[in-house]
T-cell receptor, first 108, second 114 residues
């Protein structure tokens, strides 16, 4: 994860929208994944980008710009259960290379 | 069904013990992975099996020995571990290992080495 940067922590209010950014310093990857991980649980798949642009899946959307080395995960209509760690991961060659994750706290 | 199961959920072992972690999936996936995750760190890849053959070993010490008895099962044999090996061990699987395939993770085995 040394080439993938995410903010360590974020706080947002229930019902709001939050954007979690991910920047990376490599050009050689096949796709970019976003996973959600609750404390002590397995990562669960949220979204995936191969091409530049926006991918929307319900309350979650992910954006990729390869030229800018940048992705973000957008969470809408935040719920308390969205409090978790959000992991940005690059698929390179054969497996996922994870960033350090962003710990999101949703407050009432 | 997108379930990957892992047993045991928790394991405590001494440095001289031999134990095994087990992972199972029935989604017909042909790629399976072992990741290690330390507290407050992201998962780190250990091994990749593709079509029941070990395709990637990320320079993991030999005290960790993976085994893929068939396309649904993945084991991780542990021997002479160190306390620093204490971590959450995650198994994952994907359709064929291609970059377009989503990796599905099991709940993990939380390992403590005394």
């Amino acid at each position: 994860g040394q080439n993938i940067d995410q903010p360590t922590e974020m706080t947002a209010t229930e019902g709001a929208i939050v954007q979690i950014n991910c920047t990376y310093q490599t050009s050689g990857f096949n796709g970019l994944f976003w996973y959600q991980q609750h404390a002590g649980e397995a990562p669960t798949f949220l979204s995936y980008n191969v091409l530049d642009g926006l991918e929307e899946k319900g309350r979650f959307s992910s954006f990729l710009s390869r030229s800018k080395g940048y992705s973000y995960l957008l969470l809408k209509e935040l719920q308390m259960k969205d409090s978790a760690s959000y992991l940005c991961a690059l698929f390179r060659g054969y497996a996922l290379n994870f960033g350090k994750g962003t710990s999101l706290l949703v407050t009432p | 069904d997108t379930e990957v199961t892992q047993t045991p959920k928790h394991l405590v072992m001494g440095m001289t013990n031999k134990k095994s972690l087990k992972c199972e999936q029935h989604m017909g996936h042909r790629a399976m992975y072992w990741y290690k995750q330390k507290a407050k760190k992201p998962p780190e890849l250990m091994f990749v099996y593709s079509y029941e053959k070990l395709s990637i070993n990320e320079s993991v010490p030999s005290r960790f020995s993976p085994e893929c008895p068939n396309s649904s099962l993945l084991n991780l044999h542990l021997h002479a571990l160190q306390p620093e090996d204490s971590a959450l061990y995650l198994c994952a699987s994907s359709q064929s290992g291609d970059h377009t395939d989503t990796q599905y993770f099991g709940p993990g085995t939380r390992l403590t080495v005394l």
